[in-house]
């Protein structure tokens, strides 16, 4: 484990990145069940202070049950990167459920709220659950945030 960590340690930010949003994909990567993935979506129209307007990483969709689900993902390549961004609680709003993903450590899952979930990764080839989302039931089904689902159909 301690050399995957020091790995990860000489990675650049970017390629962190990367590699977590490679990890994502393949997590989320069951036709019958997901859609494909959406990358970098502005869930609704909201501007920051300073006129610019935020953008979730990764956005998927289950396809199949009796509840539609909405799945946002934020990644954070360092703690600084986690620390520094304040745009992350608006989109609270507009999934059923919401995840950090990240390189382990960088986030203590106890300093996230009750209803957001963790994934890590150690350097392996697949995202660890840390802390698992709580699904905000009235985001779901019939009630799904229409702008959040538009803002996805624009990317392709």
């Known amino acids: 484990m ?3 960590q020091k790995l990860i340690g000489e990675m650049s930010r970017a390629q962190v990145t990367r590699r977590i949003g490679t990890l994502l994909e393949k997590r989320f990567n ?3 069940l997901w859609t494909p993935p959406f990358w970098e979506v502005q869930p609704g129209f909201h501007y920051s202070e300073d ?3 935020y953008k979730v990483d990764f956005v998927v969709f289950k396809k199949r049950g009796r509840n ?6 934020e990644i954070k390549s360092c703690r600084a990167d986690f620390k520094t961004d304040k745009k992350w609680e608006q989109y609270l ?3 059923s459920r919401f995840y950090f993903a990240c390189p382990r450590g960088v986030i203590d899952p106890e300093e996230l709220p009750d209803e957001v979930g963790l994934l890590t990764w150690s350097g392996s080839d697949f995202l660890r659950s840390a802390k698992a989302a709580k699904t905000a039931k009235d985001k779901m089904g019939a009630d799904m945030d229409s702008i959040l689902m538009l803002a996805c159909l624009q990317k392709l």
Do not use: N, Q
């Open 68 to 73: 539609a689900e909405s799945i946002g993902v």
């Open 93 to 95: 709003k507009h999934f």
């Open 2 to 4: 301690a050399i995957r």
């Open 30 to 32: 069951d036709p019958g």
């Open 51 to 53: 006129r610019i307007r």
